[in-house]
Nanobody, 118 residues
């Protein structure tokens, strides 16, 4: 079984920064994609940023230039550096890992709250 444990959420003023971390443990195939999603009240969960084990990244347009995703493959850990935070970034942020063997495997963290005050 795979477990994802997130940390780093909290309350910050607009313009501030936070860094989220997510450590993965268990049986994870080395070729995988890790990512961060978020879900605001009344809205659907959306992809914020993703990164492959090879280091390729993608971002939602709303966070480009402000957020940076990175990972440490040796530690199976993914990070999300969030700068210039806006009130609309307020959401529960979820870590995700997925990989394919004989089928697709996908796992989620429990979520961490990020609140940006204006």
């Amino acid at each position: 079984q795979v477990q994802l444990v997130e940390s780093g959420g909290g309350l910050v003023q607009a313009g501030g920064s936070l860094r989220l971390s997510c450590g993965a443990s268990g049986s994870i195939f080395s070729l995988n994609t890790m990512g961060w999603y978020r879900q605001a009240p009344g809205k659907q969960r959306e992809l914020v940023a993703g990164i492959t084990s090879g280091g390729n990244t993608n971002y939602d347009d709303s966070v480009k230039g402000r957020f940076t995703i990175s990972r440490d493959n040796a530690k199976n850990t993914v990070y999300l550096q969030m700068n210039s935070l806006k009130p609309e970034d307020t959401a529960v942020y979820y870590c995700n890992v997925r990989f394919r063997l004989s089928r697709q495997y996908e796992y989620w963290g429990q979520g961490t709250q990020v609140t940006v005050s204006s």
